[in-house]
């Protein structure tokens, strides 16, 4: 199916069955078992910044940051990065990533991390993580490991990464209007 335009939107409360399907289409039972999807574990994406694609009325992709703390500093993890195996290779998923990354930097986020693909994610704005600067809390490929500095006055932060946010670095949660 050719998507002739997309709209790009953010995430409704009403949309969360419909990514959850695609995200267990995409990525499988042994999701749940990557890191990434453990960091998640317990914590509320931000749904200022978690975004679907619709050809139409069909329901295309979806994309969600979700906040994280590296060190002592705030930031944001991408993904479940996902679209619709119909939509797939006509440009939707960098469209959504850039809505993100682009409604980030305007919240006033400085970071985006995210275990990806350098040649897709590369173009978009993210870069190898220098080794050892951040850490995990479980096995990644260290070429995998990205991130995105929306703040480039800023230095990169490094250490321990962990879901959520300390209450310091609070953000909005009231619920988006269905």
């Known amino acids: 199916m050719l998507a002739l335009s997309w709209l790009i939107r953010n995430e409704l409360p009403s949309d969360l069955p419909a990514i959850l399907d695609l995200q267990a289409e995409a990525f499988g039972p042994g999701r749940f078992a ?22 139409g009325d069909v329901f295309a992709g979806s994309v969600w940051l979700t906040p994280i703390t590296i060190g002592e500093e705030p930031s944001q993890l991408l993904g479940p990065l996902a679209v619709a195996p ?15 990354l682009k409604s980030a930097r305007a919240l006033g986020e400085k970071t985006v991390l995210l275990v990806g693909d350098a040649p897709y994610y590369g173009p978009l704005g993210f870069a190898p993580v220098p080794p050892g600067r951040i850490i995990l809390p479980g096995p990644v ?22 879901g959520g946010r300390d209450a310091r670095f609070a953000i909005c949660t009231d619920p988006v209007e269905a």
């Open 34 to 55: 990557k890191t990434a999807f453990r960091l998640r574990e317990g914590v509320e994406h931000d749904r200022r910044l978690s975004f679907v694609g619709m050809s």
């Open 86 to 100: 119909a939509f797939k290779n006509q440009g939707l998923g960098r469209l959504l990533v850039n809505q993100a």
């Open 141 to 162: 490929d260290p070429a995998r490991l990205l991130i995105a500095n929306l703040a480039p006055d800023s230095a990169l932060p490094a250490g321990k990464v962990r």
